[in-house]
C-alpha cells in the first residue's frame, strides 16, 4: 500500500544532508563555498560570469528583467512550460508574447518564430524540457536580434552539439531544486556566456546583494524528508497528502530574487558528482523505454534533435488516437507516470495583464496539455517496474476516447 514509483529522482545521500549540517553551523563557509561552486559551475558551462540564486525561478527573473532592460521590456516565452515561466515574466515587469512549440521534438514551431520575427521581442527565452535539447541555433536565425535566455532548469545532463546545456545562450538559467536532477535541495544560477550575458549578470548581482541569504536549516530539513520519503518504498506516505502537492503544477506569486542558503550549497557541491553519474543511468533506461514505444499502438515518441542528446529527466511521450491523458494513466499512476503541464501559460490570470496586443497562436501547446505523457528514467526503477511499463507501453492501449491530436 505504501509503494508507489517516483515520476522524477535527483540523488541526495546523508554524507551531503551531513555536509549541508556542518556548513549551516559554520555561516563563515558560506562565500567559500560560493566561490567554489561559482568557479565549477563557469568551467562546466563555458560560463564568463555566474551569479548563484535561491532558485531557478529567481535566476530566470533576474535574466528577463536585465535582458528586457536593453529594450522595449519584451519577451517571447514557449507557450507550453512550467508555469514558473509566468511567475519569472511577471516578476520582471516584462511584456510577454507567447510562442508555439512543436510537438515532434518540444522545440519551438517554426512557423511561430516566423511570427515573433515580426513582432521584434527584446529577448526570447527558450527552454529545454526534460532534458531534451531545443534547436538554439534556429532561434538565433529566426531572431537575430532578440537576447537569447537559455532556460537549462531541466537541462539535466542534455548535450547539444557536443555542449552542455546551459552553456548555449547569451544568458543560462539553472535550478537545482528537488527534482531537477543535480540538487541542493534549492536554488539556481544565472551565467553569462557572452558581453551581453555578463552586463545581465552583473546587474543581477547588484539586485540581490549578498552572497547567501541565510543558513537553510528548514531547507535542509526538506532535502532530509526526500532522503526518507522519497523512495518507492515510502513514497506513497507523502504523495497522498494533498497539501504537500506532489506531482502537481502550481502556480507561485513572484517573490524577491536573494541568494542560495549555505546548507544548499553544501548538498550541491557534495552532489555534483552523483549526479553526473545519474545521467548515464537515466539514458541507459530510456533507451530500454524506447524499445517498447517504438512497439506502442496507443503513443509515439518525441523526437530528439539529431545533434543533440538529452538527459532524460523524464521520458515524453504523445498519445495516438485521441487518447485523453486522464484514461490513459488509470491504472499506472502508481508506476511514476503522469501527465504534465495541464493548461498552457496563455490560461494563466495573473499572466493576462503582462500580455501584448500581437497574439500568435498556440493550438499546439493546446494539443500538448492533453498529450503530453512522461514516464520515469530514474535510478529506482525496479525490474518488476519495467515489466509493468513495458506492458503498458506494448498493451492494445487504454480504451477512453478523446479529442487529442495524435
Given at each position: 500500500?505504501?509503494?508507489?514509483?517516483?515520476?522524477?529522482?535527483?540523488?541526495?545521500?546523508?554524507?551531503?544532508?551531513?555536509?549541508?549540517?556542518?556548513?549551516?553551523c559554520a555561516p563563515r563557509?558560506g562565500?567559500?563555498l560560493?566561490?567554489r561552486?561559482?568557479?565549477?559551475l563557469?568551467?562546466?558551462?563555458?560560463?564568463r560570469?555566474v551569479?548563484l540564486?535561491?532558485?531557478?525561478?529567481?535566476?530566470?527573473?533576474l535574466?528577463?528583467?536585465?535582458?528586457?532592460e536593453?529594450g522595449d521590456r519584451?519577451?517571447?516565452?514557449?507557450?507550453?512550460g512550467c508555469?514558473?515561466l509566468?511567475?519569472a515574466?511577471?516578476?520582471a515587469?516584462?511584456?510577454?508574447?507567447l510562442?508555439?512549440?512543436?510537438?515532434?521534438?518540444?522545440?519551438?514551431?517554426?512557423?511561430?518564430?516566423?511570427r515573433?520575427?515580426?513582432?521584434?521581442?527584446?529577448?526570447?527565452v527558450v527552454?529545454h524540457?526534460?532534458?531534451?535539447p531545443?534547436?538554439v541555433?534556429?532561434?538565433?536565425d529566426?531572431?537575430?536580434?532578440?537576447?537569447?535566455?537559455?532556460?537549462?532548469?531541466?537541462?539535466a545532463?542534455?548535450?547539444?552539439?557536443?555542449?552542455?546545456l546551459?552553456?548555449l545562450g547569451?544568458?543560462?538559467v539553472?535550478?537545482?531544486g528537488?527534482?531537477?536532477?543535480?540538487t541542493g535541495?534549492?536554488?539556481?544560477?544565472?551565467?553569462?556566456?557572452?558581453?551581453?550575458?555578463?552586463r545581465i549578470?552583473?546587474?543581477?548581482?547588484e539586485?540581490?546583494g549578498?552572497t547567501v541569504?541565510g543558513?537553510?536549516?528548514?531547507q535542509?530539513?526538506?532535502?532530509?524528508?526526500q532522503?526518507?520519503?522519497g523512495?518507492?518504498?515510502l513514497y506513497?506516505?507523502?504523495?497522498?497528502l494533498p497539501?504537500l502537492?506532489?506531482?502537481e503544477t502550481?502556480?507561485?506569486?513572484p517573490w524577491?530574487?536573494?541568494g542560495?542558503?549555505?546548507?544548499?550549497?553544501a548538498?550541491?557541491e557534495?552532489?555534483?558528482?552523483?549526479?553526473d553519474r545519474e545521467?548515464?543511468?537515466?539514458?541507459g533506461?530510456?533507451a530500454?523505454?524506447e524499445?517498447?514505444?517504438?512497439?506502442?499502438?496507443?503513443?509515439r515518441?518525441?523526437?530528439p534533435?539529431r545533434e543533440g542528446?538529452p538527459?532524460?529527466?523524464?521520458?515524453?511521450?504523445?498519445l495516438r488516437?485521441?487518447?485523453?491523458?486522464g484514461g490513459?494513466?488509470?491504472?499506472v499512476?502508481g508506476?511514476g507516470?503522469?501527465g504534465?503541464y495541464?493548461?498552457?501559460?496563455?490560461a494563466?490570470?495573473s499572466?493576462?495583464?503582462?500580455r501584448?496586443g500581437a497574439e500568435?497562436?498556440?493550438?499546439?501547446?493546446?494539443?500538448?496539455?492533453?498529450a503530453?505523457?512522461?514516464?520515469p528514467?530514474?535510478?529506482l526503477l525496479?525490474?518488476?517496474?519495467?515489466?509493468?511499463l513495458?506492458a503498458?507501453?506494448?498493451?492494445g492501449?487504454?480504451?477512453n476516447?478523446?479529442?487529442?491530436s495524435g
Amino acid at each position: 500500500m505504501l509503494r508507489r514509483q517516483l515520476p522524477v529522482y535527483s540523488p541526495v545521500d546523508a554524507s551531503a544532508i551531513a555536509r549541508g549540517l556542518l556548513a549551516a553551523c559554520a555561516p563563515r563557509s558560506g562565500e567559500a563555498l560560493s566561490a567554489r561552486l561559482s568557479e565549477a559551475l563557469k568551467t562546466r558551462y563555458h560560463a564568463r560570469a555566474v551569479l548563484l540564486t535561491d532558485s531557478g525561478t529567481s535566476a530566470l527573473r533576474l535574466a528577463i528583467a536585465g535582458a528586457t532592460e536593453e529594450g522595449d521590456r519584451s519577451v517571447a516565452l514557449p507557450g507550453y512550460g512550467c508555469y514558473d515561466l509566468s511567475t519569472a515574466a511577471e516578476g520582471a515587469g516584462a511584456q510577454v508574447v507567447l510562442y508555439d512549440l512543436s510537438p515532434r521534438d518540444l522545440g519551438p514551431d517554426p512557423a511561430s518564430l516566423e511570427r515573433l520575427r515580426r513582432i521584434g521581442p527584446t529577448a526570447v527565452v527558450v527552454a529545454h524540457l526534460f532534458g531534451y535539447p531545443v534547436d538554439v541555433q534556429s532561434v538565433r536565425d529566426a531572431l537575430p536580434g532578440a537576447i537569447l535566455i537559455e532556460d537549462a532548469a531541466q537541462g539535466a545532463g542534455g548535450r547539444l552539439g557536443g555542449r552542455p546545456l546551459g552553456s548555449l545562450g547569451s544568458v543560462s538559467v539553472l535550478s537545482f531544486g528537488r527534482g531537477k536532477g543535480m540538487t541542493g535541495g534549492g536554488g539556481g544560477a544565472l551565467l553569462g556566456l557572452d558581453d551581453v550575458g555578463v552586463r545581465i549578470v552583473e546587474r543581477a548581482r547588484e539586485a540581490i546583494g549578498g552572497t547567501v541569504s541565510g543558513r537553510g536549516f528548514r531547507q535542509l530539513l526538506q532535502t532530509a524528508a526526500q532522503l526518507v520519503f522519497g523512495r518507492p518504498e515510502l513514497y506513497g506516505i507523502p504523495s497522498r497528502l494533498p497539501f504537500l502537492h506532489l506531482g502537481e503544477t502550481v502556480y507561485h506569486p513572484p517573490w524577491p530574487p536573494r541568494g542560495p542558503t549555505i546548507a544548499s550549497l553544501a548538498v550541491l557541491e557534495h552532489m555534483m558528482p552523483e549526479s553526473d553519474r545519474e545521467v548515464e543511468v537515466r539514458r541507459g533506461h530510456a533507451a530500454r523505454l524506447e524499445r517498447s514505444v517504438a512497439e506502442s499502438r496507443h503513443v509515439r515518441a518525441v523526437e530528439p534533435l539529431r545533434e543533440g542528446r538529452p538527459g532524460y529527466l523524464r521520458l515524453p511521450v504523445l498519445l495516438r488516437d485521441g487518447t485523453t491523458t486522464g484514461g490513459a494513466l488509470r491504472g499506472v499512476a502508481g508506476l511514476g507516470v503522469t501527465g504534465m503541464y495541464p493548461s498552457t501559460l496563455a490560461a494563466l490570470p495573473s499572466l493576462a495583464p503582462f500580455r501584448i496586443g500581437a497574439e500568435v497562436p498556440i493550438p499546439n501547446a493546446e494539443a500538448l496539455t492533453r498529450a503530453l505523457t512522461v514516464l520515469p528514467t530514474h535510478r529506482l526503477l525496479a525490474s518488476s517496474d519495467f515489466d509493468a511499463l513495458e506492458a503498458w507501453l506494448t498493451s492494445g492501449g487504454p480504451d477512453n476516447k478523446g479529442v487529442v491530436s495524435g
